[in-house]
């Protein structure tokens, strides 16, 4: 055992009382009834409102990151969850870790202090989420467990899904690879119990407004077999004999087999690959789907590398910055196309995942395509094989047309790469991320 895993399980030991006792003082609540003894939290005897600031207040409150009515997400009204839901939001200074957890009828504020082991752990946790060593990854996988889920546990206790707000910080981790340790003997599916045993997840941006049209939830989720049949666009340049291209193969399978599986349903499917998958082509054709998937290469915000956006077939490699983003779908032309989707799948080599709503900050891809009118988006946290990248998405899409919702298909091709040794890893199944506007 080396020195890191030492100090690791030391903290891990010492949970328990920094969290019990940060639960003791550091809840608040406006507007509420009698707290629940069992959840130690609050039932709220009025709805939060967009127009009621919600905050935590008291001594507990981070100098050096206010966290008040100024910052929460209180546009979100708990009569627009739905039942199974439970929405957590999250907000870290340097030395205090905030969590908000909203249901239909209740809320609950915790605080805790963090000290520069947590950051570690965090960081510890990053790296090990992209290797092939599970030994490695589990003691930062449960310190991170008994910090963002376990003060909450009792009140997502019976729940079905997780709507997260993550802070900036935990804006590149899938909260679905945390470990349960807890003095339960509550049964899980899994051979080591991981979040997504418990939960269906979905992550969120922590400013924005309710869609009213969502059938009284929040504009999350929406399953395509529950409208009319409409149309599936499936794009993948391939890059075949492209020089200075990596070539994927399995991505114009990819696009065909999930056609074909939309077709049967009576959906209009089109699949556009190679020659023809060009961006000015995607961007005209796009705004028509209701469910746009899109496998492609992404080429980051590195000066060296070109423009960063999505590749197509018109790009070409050896100009780069001199191409001035011809064939690359940039954040900008991602800005201005106008969507109507339910659905955006994003299955390329991660870019980055930003959800923290800083002015300064640059805005992801997926937070783009929300904002261009796509209800939900799923993208990657880290790079994909192409073969993986393939069957992930082909069973994804068969769990849709079989009725699931995005959540529940996400989560079930997840649980089913667990079940397998050889696709048991993190690495494998965790870097596919669900984001709802």
Known sequence: MNFAKIQLIVILTGIYCIV??????????????????????????????????????????????????????????????????????????????????????????????????????????RKKLKTADPGDLTIPAKVLYFFLIRPVQDFVSGKRRLIIIPDHAFSDIPFEALIRVDLSTKPTLLPIPYLIGDFEVVYAFNRGSPDPNQNGGIACDTGPVTVVPQTFIG????????????????????????????????????????????????????????????????????????????????????????????????????????????????????????????????????????????????STLWNICDRVAETFMIDFYRCILAGRSFSESLRDVKLRLISKPATSLPTVWAPYVLTCR
């Not at 967009?50 to 409150?61: E, K, N, Y």
């Not at 790009?315 to 910055?321: E, H, Q």
Request: net charge negative; glycine share 8%.
């Open 20 to 125: 019990d006792t940060e639960l003791a003082c550091g809840q608040w609540i406006r507007n509420a009834g009698p707290m629940n003894e069992a959840t130690g939290c609050y039932t709220a005897t009025e709805a939060v409102s967009p127009d009621q600031g919600v905050g935590i207040g008291g001594p507990r409150c981070c100098k050096d990151r206010p966290y008040g009515s100024d910052t929460v997400s209180s546009f979100i009204d708990s009569r627009l969850l739905n039942a199974q839901d439970v929405l957590l939001e999250y907000r870290l200074s340097d030395s205090v870790l905030f969590t908000k957890a909203l249901s239909g009828d209740s809320v609950c504020f915790t605080s805790q202090k963090v000290s520069h082991d947590f950051w570690r752990c965090l960081d510890l946790f």
């Open 235 to 378: 794009f993948s340049p391939v890059f075949s004999g492209q020089g200075g291209l990596d070539s994927l193969p399995a991505s114009k399978a990819e696009i065909e087999i999930i056609g074909d599986l939309f077709q049967q349903q009576g959906w209009t499917s089109w699949m556009v690959t190679e020659q023809v998958s060009l961006e000015d082509y995607f961007k005209t054709l796009a705004r028509y789907g209701r469910i746009v998937h899109l496998a492609t290469h992404y080429i980051p915000g590195d000066p060296d590398q070109g423009t960063p956006g999505y590749l197509f077939w018109d790009y070409d490699p050896a100009k780069g910055n001199i191409s001035k983003s011809k064939g690359i779908l940039t954040l900008n032309e991602i800005h201005e196309m106008d969507l109507h989707a339910d659905l955006v799948v994003l299955n390329a080599c991660a870019p980055f995942r930003e959800i923290d709503d800083k002015p300064d900050n640059p805005a992801s891809p997926a937070r783009l395509f929300l904002k261009a009118g796509a209800k939900n988006t799923i």
